[in-house]
C-alpha cells in the first residue's frame, strides 16, 4: 500500500529555533512536496522537489528551506522559527508530471511555535 | 496562473440527504481538475479528477463532479450522505507545474 510518513504528529518548538521535518516515501515517486495548511487558506505550496537534490521554490518559501538527499525523504527545515509558522504541514508524494497525476499525502504534522 | 475558489466553506447536511460542494476555476486553456477529501486527523486523498474527455467523472465513496467549460465549475456531488463523509474537501486545479488548491469546504453530516 502506498505510504507516506512524517516524522511527527505534533512538535511545539520555541521561537528562533532551527526545526527539521521529516517525511519518507515507499513509492519511488520522483516529486516530493510541503505544502502548509492554514484554516481558511486551503494548502499552500512551500517547496517542491522532482528529483534528488532537485528543488523549486513553491508559493511561500519565505523562512524556509529544503533537502533531498535520497530519492525516498525530502525535509523541510525552519531556519528560525517564529509564531506565524505555527500551522499544520502536510508532505506529499507523487510521480510523473506533478499537475496532473495524483498527489499522496502523509497524515500532517501540527507544529506549534511559542 | 490558475486558481479555484470554493464558494462554501461550511455546508452542513443531514444523513442520507444529498450534497453539492461548489468549485469555480479561473478561465483558462488546459484546465484539469482535482477533488481532495480530508478527514479527521488524517491526510488527503484524492476523490476524483478531470483531465479530458466526459464530463462528468466518477470517484470514490459515490462522489460524482462534473466539468462545466461554459461556467467554469466543478462542483462535487453526492446524493446521499452518510455520517462517514463529515470532513474537508478541497477543489484543486493544475498551475503551471504544480497544483493550486481552494480553501476548502467543511462537511457536517447529521444524524
Known sequence: ?114 | AQSVTQLDSQVPVFEEAPVELRCNYSSSVSVYLFWYVQYPNQGLQLLLKYLSGSTLVKGINGFEAEFNKSQTSFHLRKPSVHISDTAEYFCAVNNDYKLSFGAGTTVTVRA
Open chain 1, 1 to 114: 500500500d502506498v505510504k507516506v510518513t512524517q516524522s511527527s504528529r505534533y512538535l511545539v518548538k520555541r521561537t528562533g529555533e532551527k526545526v527539521f521535518l521529516e517525511c519518507v516515501q515507499d513509492m519511488d515517486h520522483e516529486n516530493m512536496f510541503w505544502y502548509r495548511q492554514d484554516p481558511g487558506l486551503g494548502l499552500r505550496l512551500i517547496y517542491f522537489s522532482y528529483d534528488v537534490k532537485m528543488k523549486e521554490k513553491g508559493d511561500i518559501p519565505e523562512g524556509y528551506s529544503v533537502s533531498r538527499e535520497k530519492k525516498e525523504r525530502f525535509s523541510l527545515i525552519l531556519e528560525s522559527a517564529s509564531t506565524n509558522q505555527t500551522s499544520m504541514y502536510l508532505c506529499a508524494s507523487s510521480s510523473g508530471l506533478p499537475a496532473y497525476n495524483e498527489q499522496f499525502f502523509g497524515p500532517g504534522t501540527r507544529l506549534t511555535v511559542l
